[in-house]
C-alpha cells in the first residue's frame, strides 16, 4: 500500500503561481506513472500532468505550457509547478501512482487549489 500526501495547494490570486508536492510512502523511482488529477466542483477527475519511470512527461491541453510535472528520487516526491493560474484551475488536485506488473493504483487525498480572478 502505497501512501500519498499532497501539499502546497491554496488561494492564489489569477496570473499567480503555486506548487504542489506529492511525497510518497515508498521509493517511487521505479513507479510505472506518476500523475496529478484535478476535480473541479460538478465536475468528472480529469488528468493533468503525467510522468513516467522514464521520465517522459505529458499534459492536458488546458495545461500545456502552464504547468510542469518533476520528480525527485532522493525525496520519495513529485511536484506540479502552476504558472499563469486562471480561476478555472480551481479544483481539488490529487497525486496518483501507477506500480508494479499489474499497475496497481493509489490515490492521495488532494488539496485544494483555488484561483481567484
Known amino acids: 500500500q502505497v501512501q500519498l500526501v499532497e501539499s502546497g495547494g491554496g488561494l492564489v490570486q489569477a496570473g499567480g503561481s503555486l506548487r504542489l508536492s506529492c511525497a510518497a510512502s515508498?521509493?517511487?523511482?521505479?513507479?510505472?506513472?506518476i500523475r496529478w488529477y484535478r476535480q473541479a466542483p460538478g465536475k468528472q477527475r480529469e488528468l493533468v500532468a503525467a510522468?513516467?519511470?522514464?521520465?517522459?512527461?505529458n499534459y492536458a491541453d488546458s495545461v500545456q505550457g502552464r504547468f510542469t510535472i518533476s520528480r525527485d528520487n532522493a525525496k520519495n516526491t513529485v511536484y506540479l509547478q502552476l504558472n499563469s493560474l486562471k480561476p478555472e484551475d480551481t479544483a481539488v488536485y490529487y497525486c496518483?501512482?501507477?506500480?508494479?506488473?499489474?499497475?496497481?493504483?493509489?490515490w492521495g487525498h488532494g488539496t485544494q487549489v483555488t484561483v481567484s480572478s
Open positions: 510522468i513516467t519511470s522514464g521520465g517522459m512527461t
Open positions: 515508498e521509493r517511487i523511482f521505479n513507479m510505472n506513472a
Open positions: 496518483n501512482v501507477l506500480k508494479g506488473s499489474v499497475w496497481s493504483q493509489y
